[in-house]
């Protein structure tokens, strides 16, 4: 019998599946209009229906976060709660090791963490700070004709600068997140599984998280 | 293929705006019939600015000065540079340049994401709503490709406009200058010869290129410049990004959990 904890309720899932599904193609379909070579290679037919989809998954991509919010205002303070949480020595300690962690993994044994780690606290609050940006931005680009052409300008700027903030988080992001990374194996099935962890992995990643959690028994499940 | 230009001299032009109707004209670019539809500048000119149904627009700038009320008028449109902005920054190639110099915009590949107005320095191209592209002069390039004028140049009735070879342009207009200089308009310049690479839409500016409500030394956005550095920068961040991850990848390979409990060992490595 193993023991799992629920770390990641359905919603938060659901949210998060519908936000990687529409930055991955707002990534994408930007990008060609982003670089004009490929733009110009592509033709004006498919930039315009890849600006129509850009547009589609603006949508999703800003209002998923928002119906979270709306309809799980508690989760949401949480999230944020875990951001901002104050570092204690096991942070700053794993922050100090992760790069030495990434190049030599096999020999570096990273403190005990809480529900979220130090440094994806870090990248979580870059990559949510550029995604409120280019949201606005977007907003702002779509509205352009009603804009001077001086806040277009300075609208198109900061959208390149949080696209390029996000499609460099977002490799990282997937290369641990998705657990390409050997060491974070299997962590994909947080979110895109059932939302559970085993023990020996909350341990392992989590481990403070992991004893309050296993203490509590609030979300712990036997299987 | 020589460069042609057109060579617009404001101290001629009456403000008829036969040449801002012919455009519209020729161009089959409506205007608005509804009352009140144009704010009312304050002037005799038609609208505030140029808009997505108007490539051309006579602007006139008044001044109260020695010699009594002065008009300074201009004619805004493309300028067609020999180093435009607005073609630089097209992510779908829908502006070019022609041999003759025409810097033209083609509507059909246009997909209207103003880009090329946020680049110009003169916010030339304008959004039309209804057709969802960016807008602005041609110069007439349907018409002279048959050996014909621009249509605005045409119609002038005052003789303020011409079009030739560029080089040609260029001698007359400062022709005109040294006259008005001598006539004691000591502010006349040539707008168009050097700037942005050298115009293909020249202006004799009266009372100088201030009063013409003309950019002195324009240039190209600095944001758009900035953007272009943004490119190649976005390239190497994320190669570099990418890069490391991959050197972190292969250390990685082999790895097993050492601190894990027995039993859970498997799964921890899968
Ligand atoms: S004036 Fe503006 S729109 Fe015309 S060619 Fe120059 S940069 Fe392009
Ligand atoms: S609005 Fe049209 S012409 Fe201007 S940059 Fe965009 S696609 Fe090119």
């Known amino acids: 019998m193993t023991r799992y904890i629920q770390r990641h309720s359905l919603m938060k899932r659901v949210i998060h599946g519908i936000v990687a599904v529409s930055c991955a193609v707002l990534i994408v379909s930007g990008f060609i209009v982003f670089v004009p070579v490929l733009g110009r290679a592509a033709g004006s037919d498919v930039v315009q229906v890849l600006r129509i989809l850009h547009r589609v998954f603006a949508v999703s991509f800003i209002v998923a976060p928002l119906v979270g919010l709306i309809f799980a205002p508690k989760g949401f303070v949480h999230i944020m709660q875990n951001l901002f949480a104050k570092w204690d020595e096991d942070d700053k300690k794993f922050m100090m090791l992760f790069p030495k962690y990434l190049f030599a993994a096999k020999t570096t044994h990273m403190p005990k963490q809480h529900a979220v780690k130090s440094g994806q606290r870090l990248a979580d609050l870059a990559l949510i700070a550029a995604s409120v940006l280019i949201a606005i931005t977007g907003i702002v680009l779509w509205a352009g004709q009603y804009v001077t052409p001086e806040v277009f300008r300075i609208s198109l700027l900061l959208h390149d600068v949080a696209f390029v903030l996000i499609a460099i988080i977002m490799c990282a992001h997937l290369y641990l997140g998705a657990g390409i990374f050997q060491p974070y194996r299997g962590l994909h099935r947080l979110m895109f599984g059932n939302g559970r962890v085993s023990e020996a992995e909350a341990r392992y990643h989590w481990g403070h998280w992991a004893e309050e959690e296993l203490a509590s028994g609030k979300n712990v499940i036997e299987e | ?270």
């Open chain 2, 1 to 270: 293929m020589a460069e042609y230009a057109i060579l617009y001299d404001a101290s001629k032009c009456s403000a008829c705006k036969g040449c801002q109707v012919q455009c519209k004209q020729w161009n089959m670019m409506p205007s608005s019939l509804g009352k009140d539809d144009n704010e009312f500048t304050g002037s005799y000119q038609s609208m505030p600015d140029l808009n997505g149904d108007t490539r051309l627009l006579i602007e006139f700038r008044e001044e109260d000065n020695a010699r009594g009320i002065e008009w300074a008028f201009s004619r805004r449109a493309c300028f067609h540079c020999k180093e435009p902005a607005c073609m630089d920054v097209c992510p779908v190639g829908a502006i070019s340049q022609l041999p003759d110099g025409t810097v033209k915009l083609d509507s059909t590949k246009c997909v209207g994401c103003k880009y090329c107005t946020a680049a110009c320095p003169f916010e030339i191209p304008k959004y039309r709503d209804a057709f969802n592209v960016s807008n602005k002069c041609t110069l007439c390039d349907d018409r002279t490709a048959q050996g014909r004028e621009p249509a605005c140049v045409q119609t002038c009735p005052a003789g303020a406009m011409a079009y030739g070879p560029r080089d040609e342009m260029i001698a007359a207009g400062k022709a005109r200058i040294d006259e008005l200089k001598a006539e004691g308009f000591d502010k006349a310049e040539l707008y168009g010869e050097t700037e942005m690479g050298g115009m293909h839409s020249l202006f004799v500016a009266k009372y100088g290129y201030e009063t013409h409500g003309l950019v002195r030394d324009p240039k190209a956005k600095d944001i758009t410049s900035l953007m272009a550095i943004m490119k190649p920068l976005t390239g190497i961040g994320i190669a570099a990004v990418v890069g490391g991850l991959g050197v972190s990848f292969l250390t990685a390979i082999g790895y097993e959990r050492e601190d894990m409990p027995r039993g859970d060992k498997k799964e921890g490595k899968q």
